[in-house]
């Protein structure tokens, strides 16, 4: 049995792996870092460095993390190369004593170093474990596409509400260019604009048909 069958390392690497199958990672984008327990730190201990690597201090200090252990990507590593040859991408570090320095003691060969964020996560966790009364773990920085889709969504406004009421009352775009005291090519520009909010696809009539249809579904009542 090495390191790599030990429970809570075979994790972090299927969670790498996963983030990765997602679709999250994009090149080296994103890294994730986890605070042991006691009993798994026991676990990894014979696996350790005979000789620990030199001590590098972060800039950062938290008292409620002295002495603690942590994997963590590695800096400039891909995820997607973690299941692969995680002794290159992925490593463990001890926190000092004072609570401001980590070093490697297994894994992250060949000159690698922790992810360049390590210090922001290492402030994340002392918030984390703190608010959480140790509970919180996990601090996992990456690309979710599916968040990322979410902010292109745009709430609709008053004037969206207005186009949509005017379009499905029949009118034109001459007709509510006059109403709104637009002109009749900003007119267009905006409704396709509320196409695209609402994800409406088709030709012009069908678009139109459509926004008409949602807005009387819509339309605030009385």
């Not at 709104?180 to 139109?208: C, H």
Request: hydrophobic share 35%.
């Amino acid at each position: 049995m090495g390191i790599l069958d030990i429970e809570i390392v075979k994790g972090f690497m299927r969670m790498c792996n996963d983030g990765w199958l997602q679709g999250w990672h994009e090149r080296n984008g994103g890294n994730l870092t986890y605070r042991m327990k006691e009993e798994e730190v026991a676990q990894c201990r014979p696996f350790f460095d005979e000789q620990p690597r030199e001590w590098v201090n972060m800039g950062v200090q938290a008292d409620n993390l002295k002495g603690e252990y942590f994997i963590t990507t590695g800096s400039g590593k891909f995820l997607r190369n973690v299941q692969d040859d995680p002794e290159h991408n992925i490593g463990i570090v001890e926190i000092n004593d004072a609570g401001d320095s980590w070093r490697i003691v297994w894994g992250l060969e060949n000159g690698a170093r922790p992810t360049s964020e390590f210090p922001s996560h290492f402030m994340n966790h002392s918030v984390r474990k703190a608010a959480t009364n140790g509970a919180n773990r996990v601090i996992y920085h990456c690309h979710a596409t599916n968040v990322i889709a979410l902010t292109y969504i745009l709430p609709l406004t008053d004037r969206d509400r207005e186009l949509a009421r005017l379009v499905a009352g029949r009118c034109t775009n001459k007709e509510i260019a006059a109403a709104l005291y637009l002109s009749e090519g900003t007119v267009k520009q905006y409704i396709n604009q509320l196409y695209a909010k609402l994800d409406m696809g088709g030709d012009p009539r069908t678009r139109r048909a459509r926004l008409a249809e949602w807005y009387q579904k819509n339309a605030p009542r009385n």
